[in-house]
């Protein structure tokens, strides 16, 4: 069993989890380094929160081994392993205190009552709850209740801590001031934090490393700018934001990259932006595009109509259409906007040649 205040290493080998003939989790094979923000992000359903279960111990995988620090815990229940947890509705006590809360998971160890004092004292300082140590949860705002689970979680020094979509209930200027608490008890506890979330933004905010679920696989891991830059497949490309996509033809190898035609106009790229071969989709982030009246010469660019516009305060977004049809967007401010918008309203959408990557057709 590992012990208390040492950052987990966890590694799933060939994980799934069959409930009779429906498949929830697909042989899932995922390292989680020692310390570090992993955060296990796809739509409902895609398996994330089964295998959140699976790492807590609540739920045991129909097959496959889970590792803790080297040690084999698949089947060892939830009560022996070291992990923190914080549930969706926070899952605190209504008779107890904050204190007697944040207090509780120390008592089931056994820890003397000079231990839980002072631990419950350094988490109630840590979370900004000083002067509400003896309030009951019902009398707490939500980000406080927030706080307390945070800390009843932490009190007792997990090894992992795990977070299943812990800022669901929370309106957004909340969330927002969560998140910065989340990543600041990240920094200081130095604790393997495993989080479930399906706001893409939200993840990208937080995680050293984002996993993407779909139907009970894993799709993809990599650092937040390595899947919103470079995602792998189509759909963790269109999970992680807007995005536009060009269909290219006759696309064939050129110098330093490769050419090919969007409809009757010669795009370029650079090599590291996908295979090379005939046909497929350039995928370009809109932030990674601009509006022009003619494209410079070193970039590329397509005619397209402005089809409405969005005004947004200091931006505007577009959405565009070329002529064959492909319909796109982009956000740009609303003094570059209004001048686009001004006489005809064909304009150049245009970006660099080395934005944007290649993924298959269709």
Known sequence: MQQAGRAAEIKAVGVGKSFGAFHALKNISLDIGRGEFLTLLGPSGSGKTTFLMILAGFEKPSRGQLFNNGVDITDQPAERRSSGMVFQGYALFPHMSVAANIAFPLRVRRKSEQEIKRRVAEMIERVGLQGHEHK????????????????????????????????????????????????????????????????????????????????????????????????????????????????????????????????????????????????????????????????????????????SSTYLGAATRLDLATRGGCKLSVCVSTETAQQALQGDSTVWLTWPADAGFLLPAG
């Not at 920094?187 to 009970?216: C, K, M, P, Y």
């Open 136 to 307: 009951l949860p019902s009398k707490l705002s939500g980000g406080q209740q927030q706080r307390v689970a945070l800390a009843r979680a932490l009190a007792f020094e997990p090894g992992v801590l795990l977070l299943d979509e812990p800022f669901s209930a929370l309106d957004k200027s909340l969330r927002g001031q969560m998140q910065t608490e989340m990543k600041r008890l990240h920094e200081e506890t130095g604790t393997t934090f495993v989080f479930v979330t399906h706001d893409q933004s939200e993840a990208l905010a937080l995680s050293s490393r984002v996993a993407i679920f779909n139907h009970g696989e894993l799709l993809q891991v990599g650092t937040p700018q390595d899947v919103y830059e470079r995602p792998g497949s189509r759909f963790v490309a269109e999970f992680l934001g807007e995005i536009n996509m060009l269909p290219l033809h006759g696309i064939r190898a050129d110098g330093e990259g490769a050419r090919g035609l969007h409809e009757d106009r010669e795009i370029a790229l650079r090599f590291g932006q996908g295979a090379v071969d005939g046909e497929a989709v350039l995928a370009v982030r809109p932030e990674h595009m601009s509006i022009a009246r003619e494209p410079a010469p070193q970039e590329n660019g397509i005619a397209v109509v402005v089809t």
